[in-house]
């Protein structure tokens, strides 16, 4: 769908599957550029999105059904806030485990750093599970 | 994202173009992975040109390299723009895949 203008944020909905993550990939960019945000800013929300799309495409259903995501962009005076809704199984990003430390290529686990990355980029993460049943994930970033 | 590969007498050079998120490496991790790992090619990455890499990336960096090690082969990644060498550090990727700063010296590495 396309994204809905507000005063200082956007929001959209997507499809579960990997053109909806360029879809939103392409509407976060178009939005930055509009307002001008630096490219360190731009990384950074770039890194977060798509960290927590792929994260609710590839694990949060356990069906093969194509589900909404519900993401939002906003800023505020010093600080830039993306938000994801999903209607997945419950699961905070903020209780994932730290990835181990592998210390040699025969003990590195191949995945698993994502929501490392999200965590070192953001400034504050919340998180609710809504009586409705959905999920809602957000991620406060210093702007730059 | 664009990738161009290289095959020399014993190493592959992978020159990658663009940005190393999620569908970027859905466009490049098949043809990059079935041009290096049967034959066990020592390969060399040229990062120079990427400027912005995720988790996917890492996780196709990861997965190949682990797959040439089998076959007695070993991956160098060299010259990451600035994003993509802050993700490197994050996640301590260098105790993991050997980054040199340049392509003579990633071959010298990988020979």
Do not use: C
């Not at chain 2, 991790?29 to 090619?41: D, H, I, M």
């Not at chain 2, 070993?74 to 994003?83: C, D, E, G, H, I």
Request: aromatic share 6%.
């Amino acid at each position: 769908m396309p994204p809905e203008n507000g005063d200082n944020g956007i929001s959209l909905t997507i499809p579960s599957t990997l053109a909806g993550l360029k879809e939103g990939s392409e509407a976060l960019s178009g939005w930055l550029s509009r307002w001008n945000m630096g490219e360190e800013t731009s990384n950074r929300a770039h890194l977060v999105f798509d960290e927590i799309v792929t994260n609710i495409i590839r694990y949060a259903f356990d069906d093969k059904r194509e589900h909404r995501i519900e993401i939002s962009f906003r800023f505020g005076v010093d600080s830039l806030t993306l938000s994801f809704d999903d209607d997945g199984l419950p699961f905070d990003p903020r209780s994932a485990p730290e990835p181990v430390k592998a210390g040699s290529l025969a003990k590195a686990a191949i995945g698993g750093r994502g929501l490392l990355l999200v965590r070192k980029a953001a400034r504050r993460l919340e998180y609710q599970r809504s009586a409705s049943g959905l999920n809602r994930f957000s991620v406060e970033l210093a702007r730059a | 994202m664009d990738m161009e590969i290289t095959l020399l007498e014993n190493i592959a050079r992978v020159r990658l173009k663009g940005r190393l998120d999620t569908p970027g490496v859905d466009q490049v991790e098949a043809r990059f992975t079935a041009s290096v790992v049967p034959g066990g090619k020592n390969t060399v990455v040229d990062l120079s040109q990427v400027s912005f890499i995720a988790s996917m990336g890492l996780r196709m960096f990861i997965g190949i390299a682990k797959a040439l090690k089998r076959h007695n082969a070993r991956m160098v990644l060299f010259a990451p723009q600035s994003q993509v060498n802050e993700v490197f550090e994050t996640v301590l990727l260098r105790e993991i895949l050997p980054i040199v700063a340049d392509e003579a010296e990633a071959v010298r590495f990988a020979s």
